[in-house]
């Protein structure tokens, strides 16, 4: 039973009109308009107060109030609480001495302060029978109060009745109070551990409704034939490698294999850390696609990364009809008509292979590096192109578990931990962003052992307090002119291609840049970097530009520069593994820092928490699947699952 929201005791045409503009139009949406927060009253004893903890306290006034007007005004009295006198001052409470005398006995909450044994009140109350904890619903027009009495009108009337939503089978596997049980406790809690309990039951029907929503919505594999490979070719390449693959390496590929024997596309997220070797993963499942006979398209969002993959590819396997094709390309013609007729089977690029004017003959793997950096249509419209739309996206900026089950659940996930062994180390240092002469002197230093040096700035031009480049360009110009070079995203890709490459010939080159480098950039003689302000950018763009030096033979150093004493950056110095890192900033900043990643539209939760509760999404994730692919045969399931989508 609901019952519209005028029909309850209490509820006028004012009332009604501001609970209707709150989207409260019937007496189940007020059950439902839980507490924004809780006010605690819980008397505490004497013994028992903190310094500069809010308390509550009952006493005996037991002094005249003294009022002292400066820039507001302030109030004093005595308080009486188990023959101990404490100091009580409020402000701008000009009622304060019609209401209470001496003698009166009052409640008091605020904040403790030991050493003057006194207490500046929030709240002074002559109620001594105020609940312990009052709902606060920071309804705009209506007192807390009078909503109370609002609610407490419709369960005393039976006004509203309030069903399970999750089916009852998971209500007792996981614990869960009915839902009507729920939202009396969120409205009349008589504890802290009441209102826990309500928002521990709503934060798994949180869980399962979105991981249901998740799962109705995914978009069903495409149907193919397996992949005939031909596995002895693919191993006959992997032993003419120059290096052993890590064991990370080799469970990665043999997932990729598994997904060419199946009868549906292939669709997979390779995440790895810097350096970890996902590329050469890719190249691998490369072999297998080009061994059955189908051209594969290797995407990079940038110029100087494509360029960079292309090169690696041709160096390993140069006996691979391989290309690059860029909107610069000089034959670029060429390049598009050796595409449509076959004869290129390994084609990489940027965003252009995704351009109808790019035509394949038998285009099977997709590869996407960064994929986040292409718009979806991008990548859709590549993907569309082949003929078996199997895609392999590679990215170095790890997905935190939580996140990857809720979000990332019709991406098959391969994690590569494990870093080559040839891989060298790279120590992380804080320096003050005004030490510039010590700046100087470590470039110097550098280029006497000669090795490159990076700079990376957080603008082009100058602009509030911050670094940018071309000011950096001005400060090192007259020191190291013949060895300066700028990169940044207003040059024209030709420009920066060619800049780029003459640093990279420049033995004692320093390459002064926003963060155009971030990704996948294999600088093999840069082993110095540094940071300015690095407090202004996220944890994944400092480990993945942290990942550009120390490719080499030789270790690197990295130098946050910055004047703010950040937990953030402590927290990279000491820590290199960029798994913890995304965990570390999904906890610090919250899962919105990964929103250019998730395709949901995500709004947020509010009472799931992304952070803590993975072993709650991960043992309801089964569950929730079998509710899915059944939901026809729940149809009040099916009802409430429809309203959540719309």
Known sequence: MIKSIELVKGVGPKIKSILNQEGIYSTYDLILYVPKNYENFSVQSIHDLQHDKVVTIKGIVSSNIENIKKKVL?????????????????????????????????????????????????????????????????????????????????????????YNLVPDELIHKYHMLDRSKVYQLLHFPKSNHDIFLARETLKKEEAFFHLLKY???????????????????????????????????????????????FNQQ????????????????????????????????????????????????????????????????????DIIENVKNGSIK????????????????????????????????????????????????????????SLALTFFNELDISSIKEKPSERKSVL??????????????????????LNQ???????????????????????????????????????????????????????????????????GMNLKDATLLFIMDAHQFGLSTLHQLRGRIGRGSKSGICYLVSDKDSERLQYLKDNYDGFKLSEYDLKLRGPGIFSNMIQTGFQGFKYLDLTNDFNLLKSMHEDVLYYAQNIEKFPRLKKEITYKMV
């Not at 693919?234 to 032993?239: A, D, L, N």
């Not at 041709?314 to 290309?323: L, Q, S, V």
């Not at 003050?432 to 230093?445: A, P, S």
């Open 74 to 162: 302030m109030s004093k009295f005595k308080l009486n609480v188990e023959k101990n006198e404490i100091t009580v001052i409020t402000f701008n409470r000009r009622y304060l001495q019609k209401s209470i005398s001496i003698g009166k006995e009052i409640l008091v909450k605020g904040k403790y302060n030991v050493f003057k044994n006194e207490i500046v009140a929030s709240n002074i109350t002559t109620i001594i029978d105020t609940p312990e904890i009052k709902p606060i619903y920071g309804i705009l027009g209506i007192p807390d109060s009078k909503i109370h009495a609002i609610i407490e009108e419709i369960y005393k009337e039976k006004l509203v009745d309030i």
């Open 346 to 401: 390994m084609i990489f690029g940027t965003h252009i292979l995704s351009n109808p004017v790019v035509e394949y003959k038998k285009l099977g793997l997709v590869i996407i590096d960064e994929q986040h950096k292409f718009g979806v249509e991008q990548r859709e419209n590549l993907i569309k192109k082949s003929l078996t739309k199997d895609t392999i996206y590679l990215t170095a900026t790890p997905i935190p578990r």
């Open 266 to 333: 292939m669709y997979r997220l390779i995440q790895g850390d810097v350096g970890s070797g996902k590329t050469m993963v890719s190249f691998i499942a490369a072999l297998g696609a080009l061994s059955a006979g189908y051209q594969v398209a290797f995407m990079a969002p940038t110029e100087i990364l494509i360029q960079q993959h292309y090169e690696s590819f041709k160096e390993i396997f140069n006996d691979i009809n391989t290309a690059c094709l860029t909107s610069n390309s000089k034959n670029k013609e």
């Open 453 to 519: 040096t990076l700079i990376v700035a957080p603008q082009i031009e100058k602009s509030e307090n911050l670094y940018s480049v071309l000011e950096l360009y001005e400060k090192f110009k007259d020191e190291f002119n013949d060895h300066l070079y700028v990169v940044h995203g207003k040059l024209h890709d030709d420009e920066i291609q060619r800049t780029f490459n003459d640093f990279i010939k420049d033995e004692k080159g320093i390459l002064i840049s926003t963060t155009i480098i971030e990704v």
């Open 215 to 261: 799962n109705i919505e995914r978009i069903p594999r495409y149907k193919r034939d397996p992949i005939p490979y031909d596995i002895n070719l693919v191993k006959s390449y992997i032993e003419k490698l120059p290096f052993e693959l890590t064991h990370d390496q080799k469970h990665a590929t043999n997932d990729i294999f598994k997904d060419f024997k």
């Open 428 to 449: 992380t240092k804080i320096i003050h962003r005004n030490d510039f002469d010590l700046i100087m002197n470590l470039i110097k230093e550098n280029q006497a052992l």
